[in-house]
């Protein structure tokens, strides 16, 4: 699933400073590699069921795809809650808080889970709402296209999750 064409989506020029913040925030310095946003509630069940197995997928093939991955609690969630989520959950990629709620409107989630893929290009290659049986072949899918600088599929999903 693409951008709802509704919304109006951000440019890579006013992405870069945005990417910019959320990496230092997580600890990660610019690589230049693509970024996959996890935007997560830690008291959303779709949430507590679905993000290990984006924990699972990044430790899988985080060696050859070249993806920097970071879950962005929203929703309220405290640091604390986060930290408290990424250790019971045992996920391995670093989290951050949404400080202020601005994050998830700016990259248009309108429900967690929310899965934002943006290419080394800086431009937001697919958002995925929700949770579907299929999430985690699509999200390999993709990644694995966005990792070789190759357009990703496109996936026509409905899933289910909450507000952000």
Same mark, same amino acid.
């Given at each position: 699933m693409s951008l709802d064409s509704s919304i109006s989506s951000p440019t890579a020029a006013q992405i870069a400073p945005?990417?910019?913040?959320i990496l230092e925030r997580a600890g990660i310095s610019s690589t230049g590699n693509p970024v996959m946003l996890n935007f997560f509630r830690t008291d959303c069940p779709w949430c507590a069921?679905?993000?290990p197995h984006l924990s699972e997928i990044y430790s899988r093939h985080d060696f050859k795809l070249k993806i920097d991955e970071i879950g962005v609690a929203c929703g309220g969630n405290s640091r604390e809650m986060a930290e408290k989520f990424k250790r019971e959950k045992l996920i391995v990629f670093p989290i951050i808080t949404d400080e202020g709620g601005h994050l998830a409107p700016f990259f248009g989630v309108s429900r967690v889970p929310s899965i934002v893929v943006i290419g080394? !290009? +800086?431009?937001i290659?697919?958002?995925y709402s929700g949770v579907t049986e299929q999430l !985690? +072949?699509?999200l390999e899918h993709?990644?694995?296209?966005?990792?070789?600088r190759q357009e990703p599929p496109e996936y026509d999903m409905v899933g289910n999750g909450c507000a952000p």
């Open positions: 945005v990417l910019q913040h069921t679905f993000v080394a !290009s +800086g431009q290659e697919r958002v !985690s +072949g699509i993709t990644l694995f296209a966005v990792a070789n």
